[in-house]
């Protein structure tokens, strides 16, 4: 006799969406003060910070890191509707919180532009600086 068990089988798709945030061990203020950003990709570090991997030493700020540290810092409408670049573009555009009431406009989850370097705000073109850097290239090599 044979009895087959008939165990179900385990066909379970699981799809795990893992984020990983990789601050490089920065410092614990500034992981504290990139977490009231509604949006902080992909400058991170950058929006802020002249360098990409701040530590205490080391903590160079840009024009719209000066401006969240005059305004306690707090990301809210007054920060949100400064241009600290002076790119044209206001830090709320930039950061994708318009408003600045700390929730990103519709499904934004980048931000168009750096609030704290002089850019196109991500209107422009959109040739990224790799692609240009290739262009520039090709054409300094004519
Ligand atoms: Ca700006
Ligand atoms: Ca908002
Ligand atoms: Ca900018």
């Known amino acids: 006799m044979h009895n087959f068990a008939h165990t179900g089988s385990h066909r379970l798709a699981t799809v795990l969406a893992v984020c990983l945030v990789l601050w490089a061990g920065g410092a614990g203020a500034t ?8 949006v902080i990709s992909p ?43 002076d790119d044209g573009c206001l830090n709320g555009v930039e950061v994708g919180d318009s408003d600045g009431d700390g929730n990103p406009d519709g499904n934004v989850t980048a931000q168009a532009g750096n609030p704290g370097v002089f850019d196109d705000c991500g209107s422009g073109s959109l040739v990224d600086e790799k692609t240009w850097g290739t262009l520039k290239a090709m054409f300094d090599a004519e």
Do not use: K, M
């Not at 992981?31 to 509604?38: Q, S, V």
């Open 31 to 38: 992981e504290f003060d990139i977490n009231r950003l509604p």
């Open 43 to 85: 400058n991170l570090c950058l929006a802020c910070h002249t360098v990409d991997a701040p530590t205490a030493g080391n903590a160079g700020l840009n024009p719209f890191g000066v401006d969240y540290l005059a305004n306690g810092r707090q990301w809210d409408s007054n920060l949100a509707q400064l241009d600290s670049d």
